[in-house]
């Protein structure tokens, strides 16, 4: 089966740039999802087919995707920022992906 | 406005059987896939499985595979998700979400999610 790793956890200070990686086996010949999950709420799509934003998200939020790593970068973040961040593929082998989620916190 | 609305929160007991549902509005119902996806207490996202309302066309993940049911009536825009026999393991958040195919694209929208809570 089709594995992602994120890393459990990111921190980061306001205003600065914050990375958070998705690691997959040739993971650059996939499309790449994220989510944000805020506590208590609902995930919300921020970043679909690798790099594209979805109407209404910031252009704070931007992706890529190469090799065995995508990347959600979070620019000028801000203390709204802080949640998961789930990473997600469509594998022919594992069907749909979750990666195990990253947890964003703000300085 | 396009939306995904999910039932209410439910209690049960070991053993006894659960249907929650999902009514999409704002959209073409029988356009879209729709998706299952559960969050247990504290962790992660894992996908369910996933229905296209327009002909009942169903996939389940293998880990779910026998364990949950999905279905769909599209005259009343509305996807479910049922267990004949419920467990405590099933207790989580269960939060369905709009696809635009069945292996491309991402879950756009979501529901409020349903949170089930299996004790004895």
């Known amino acids: 089966s089709y594995v992602l790793t994120q890393p459990p956890s990111v921190s980061v200070a306001p205003g600065q740039t914050a990375r958070i990686t998705c690691g997959g086996n040739n993971i650059g010949s996939k499309s790449v999802h994220w989510y944000q999950q805020k506590p208590g709420q609902a995930p919300v799509l921020v970043v679909y087919d690798d790099s594209d934003r979805p109407s209404g998200i910031p252009e704070r939020f931007s992706g890529s995707n190469s090799g065995n790593t995508a990347t959600l970068t979070i620019s000028r973040v801000e203390a709204g920022d802080e949640a998961d961040y789930y990473c997600q593929v469509w594998d022919s082998s594992s069907d749909r992906v979750f990666g195990g989620g990253t947890k964003l916190t703000v300085l | 406005e396009v939306q995904l609305v999910q039932s209410g929160a439910e209690v049960k007991k070991p053993g006894e059987s659960l249907k929650i549902s999902c009514k999409g509005s704002g959209y073409s119902f029988t356009s879209y896939w729709i998706g299952w996806v559960r969050q247990m207490p504290g962790k992660g996202l894992e996908w369910m499985g996933i229905i296209y309302p327009g002909d009942s066309d169903t996939r389940y993940s293998p880990s779910f595979q026998g364990q949950v049911t999905i279905s769909a009536d599209k005259s009343i825009s509305t996807a479910y998700l049922q267990w004949s026999s419920l467990k405590a393991s099933d207790t989580a958040m269960y939060y369905c979400?709009?696809?635009?195919?069945?292996?491309?694209?991402?879950?756009?929208?979501w529901g409020q999610g349903t949170m089930v809570t299996v004790s004895s």
């Open positions: 979400a709009r696809l635009p195919g069945e292996r491309v694209g991402a879950f756009d929208i």
